[in-house]
């Protein structure tokens, strides 16, 4: 992004800060040194004629004056450095700096006209006591000039009457000054600013490709799919008798006919087919191995099988006790009854010998109550 350069811009507007000020002062400060304390000789002087006066003064070319060659020298240099400013401006070809280069030529003029006015021009004449008459010039008066020089009243021809008038006429000379120093350094740098600076080359937009570049584009790339698909067929062509020449090596190795040129294809893919094994044997189921090994860990191992042989006669021998019992149910209920409490007897008195005997070798089974006898029959 080009960075704009705002230097005339800056100048012009400091500048005009300055010369605003002068010029306000130099209309105004006849009035307010008059409001301030009235001057029996009358108001300073008059702008808009001391303006004309220093005007013509200023083109007068008066040089027998040391004053004059001051201001015409200055001006000169300020005139010289507008006219190289202005070359700039038509070289480069900007004339919206024109208008920068026409308000420093009007400020430059018109602070000219201001210091000629102050330091050359003759504001006011007053008759002295002495039957002379006196040209008065203002700055003459700010260097007090007049304070030994008395009118045919017997007052001091003074042009500002008051301190401020004398302090503010000082301030007049003083910003234009400002103003000249402004007015010789803006052409200046602003003018070679223009002459070095590099022209600004617009980056161009890429134009919008037609419709009819797109349709080329696309024709472009299908031809080359097309050129590919033809390559990648010729290189499987190319390589045809070399894939040819291993399959009958494999062919040979593994002892499998092969084709003769006479014979249909169909016949002998039929042919091999009905030769390789492959083709015909059933797959193998799939074995768990790991189920195999349990399997064969419990035939070899004999406490697997005693495991199994203890539980198989513990089954059958509750079955056997089982259907003894019902048996005696089912004859005589009465006799079946009693049998089953005898029954019932001896396996508690074969839990409690178990028990103490649990008991005498355990010592912490001396705290347990003793188990509770079922009462069975008619024993109370």
């Given at each position: 992004?080009?960075?704009?350069?705002?230097?005339?811009?800056?100048?012009?507007?400091?500048?005009?800060?300055?010369?605003?000020?002068?010029?306000?002062?130099?209309?105004m400060?006849?009035?307010?040194?008059?409001?301030?304390l009235?001057?029996?000789?009358?108001?300073?002087?008059?702008?808009?004629?001391?303006f004309?006066?220093?005007?013509?003064?200023?083109?007068?070319?008066?040089?027998?004056?040391?004053?004059?060659?001051?201001?015409?020298?200055?001006?000169?240099?300020?005139?010289?450095?507008?006219?190289?400013?202005l070359?700039?401006?038509?070289?480069?070809?900007?004339?919206?700096?024109?208008?920068?280069?026409?308000?420093?030529?009007i400020?430059?003029?018109?602070?000219?006209?201001?210091?000629?006015?102050?330091?050359?021009?003759v504001?006011?004449?007053?008759?002295?006591?002495?039957?002379?008459e006196?040209?008065?010039?203002?700055?003459?008066?700010?260097?007090?000039?007049?304070?030994?020089?008395?009118?045919?009243?017997?007052?001091?021809?003074?042009?500002?009457?008051?301190?401020?008038?004398?302090?503010?006429?000082?301030?007049?000379?003083?910003?234009?000054?400002?103003?000249?120093?402004?007015?010789?350094?803006?052409?200046?740098?602003?003018?070679?600013?223009?002459?070095?600076r590099?022209?600004?080359?617009?980056?161009?937009?890429?134009?919008?490709q037609?419709?009819?570049?797109?349709?080329?584009?696309?024709?472009?790339?299908?031809?080359?799919?097309?050129?590919?698909?033809f390559?990648?067929?010729?290189?499987?062509?190319?390589?045809?008798?070399?894939?040819?020449?291993?399959?009958?090596?494999?062919?040979?190795?593994?002892?499998?006919?092969?084709?003769?040129?006479?014979?249909?294809?169909?016949?002998?893919?039929?042919?091999?087919?009905?030769?390789?094994?492959?083709?015909?044997?059933?797959?193998?189921?799939?074995?768990?191995?790991?189920?195999?090994?349990?399997?064969?860990?419990?035939?070899?191992?004999?406490?697997?099988?005693?495991t199994?042989?203890?539980?198989?006669?513990?089954?059958?021998?509750?079955?056997?006790?089982?259907?003894?019992?019902?048996?005696?149910?089912?004859?005589?209920?009465?006799?079946a009854?009693?049998d089953a409490?005898?029954?019932?007897?001896?396996?508690?008195?074969?839990?409690?010998?178990?028990?103490?005997?649990?008991?005498?070798?355990?010592?912490?089974?001396?705290?347990?109550?003793?188990?509770?006898?079922?009462?069975v029959?008619?024993?109370?």
């Amino acid at each position: 992004m080009r960075k704009n350069r705002k230097t005339d811009l800056v100048f012009t507007i400091i500048t005009g800060v300055f010369f605003v000020a002068m010029a306000v002062l130099f209309f105004m400060l006849p009035t307010i040194d008059n409001m301030v304390l009235e001057n029996p000789l009358g108001p300073a002087y008059a702008p808009l004629d001391l303006f004309v006066a220093g005007a013509k003064d200023l083109v007068s070319f008066n040089f027998a004056s040391k004053k004059y060659l001051l201001v015409f020298g200055v001006g000169s240099v300020v005139g010289l450095l507008l006219i190289f400013w202005l070359i700039a401006i038509i070289v480069k070809k900007k004339p919206i700096k024109l208008i920068y280069w026409g308000i420093f030529f009007i400020m430059a003029a018109a602070t000219g006209i201001i210091v000629t006015a102050y330091t050359i021009s003759v504001c006011n004449v007053v008759k002295l006591n002495n039957g002379k008459e006196l040209n008065q010039i203002i700055v003459m008066d700010l260097l007090n000039q007049y304070a030994d020089l008395r009118d045919v009243n017997g007052n001091t021809p003074f042009l500002f009457y008051t301190f401020m008038g004398q302090i503010l006429g000082i301030a007049v000379l003083g910003v234009a000054g400002l103003v000249a120093i402004f007015a010789v350094l803006a052409p200046f740098i602003v003018g070679l600013q223009l002459l070095i600076r590099k022209p600004y080359v617009a980056k161009e937009k890429p134009a919008a490709q037609p419709v009819e570049d797109d349709k080329a584009e696309k024709e472009a790339l299908a031809k080359a799919q097309r050129e590919a698909q033809f390559i990648a067929y010729v290189e499987y062509k190319a390589g045809k008798p070399v894939r040819e020449k291993e399959y009958e090596e494999l062919c040979r190795a593994n002892g499998i006919a092969l084709p003769n040129e006479e014979e249909d294809d169909e016949e002998y893919y039929r042919y091999t087919a009905a030769q390789l094994r492959c083709l015909h044997e059933q797959p193998v189921e799939e074995v768990d191995e790991d189920e195999e090994y349990y399997e064969q860990l419990a035939k070899d191992l004999a406490v697997f099988r005693l495991t199994k042989a203890s539980q198989d006669a513990k089954l059958e021998r509750y079955y056997r006790d089982t259907i003894e019992e019902l048996d005696l149910f089912s004859k005589d209920p009465d006799k079946a009854k009693d049998d089953a409490a005898s029954n019932l007897k001896r396996k508690v008195a074969e839990r409690r010998a178990y028990y103490e005997k649990l008991m005498e070798e355990l010592p912490c089974l001396h705290y347990q109550k003793d188990p509770v006898e079922p009462d069975v029959g008619g024993d109370k």
